[in-house]
């Protein structure tokens, strides 16, 4: 499964923005799919997913009620629409894929691939 995120760009807070991971390749209806996010000297962290079996949603806390996260199984893609951001969003955002089940898809080792960063930037 190849991966390709898009869709990061620069806003103000209180806007918003929808990231796009399309995916070429393997059997991606069936993967778990998840955002996360790294931000310079920090460690990469969960923001939400998505389970193949059933579209079942997590999110962090920190993004609960602000981001939701969809899929769309004939384009084979899946979107991150993120709405009231907030400077502390500002980070490269990754999308991931993989057999990946509930009980671990907030770590990032469990997800076998990667798309290139796309980078968001939130300016207060």
């Known amino acids: 499964v190849q991966l390709q995120a898009s869709g990061g760009g620069a806003v103000q807070t209180g806007g918003s923005l929808r990231l796009s991971c399309a995916a070429s390749g393997g059997t991606f209806s069936l993967h778990t799919v998840g955002w996360f996010r790294q931000a310079p000297g920090l460690e990469r962290e969960f923001v939400a997913a998505?389970?193949?079996?059933?579209?079942?949603?997590h999110y962090a806390d920190s993004v609960k009620g602000r981001f939701t996260i969809s899929r769309d199984g004939a384009r084979r893609a899946v979107y991150l629409q993120m709405n009231s951001l907030r400077p502390e969003d500002t980070s490269v955002y990754y999308c991931a894929a993989g057999n990946v089940i509930s009980s671990t898809l907030r770590d990032s080792t469990k997800y076998a691939y990667w798309g290139q960063g796309t980078q968001v930037t939130v300016s207060s």
């Open positions: 998505i389970r193949g079996s059933g579209g079942t949603t």
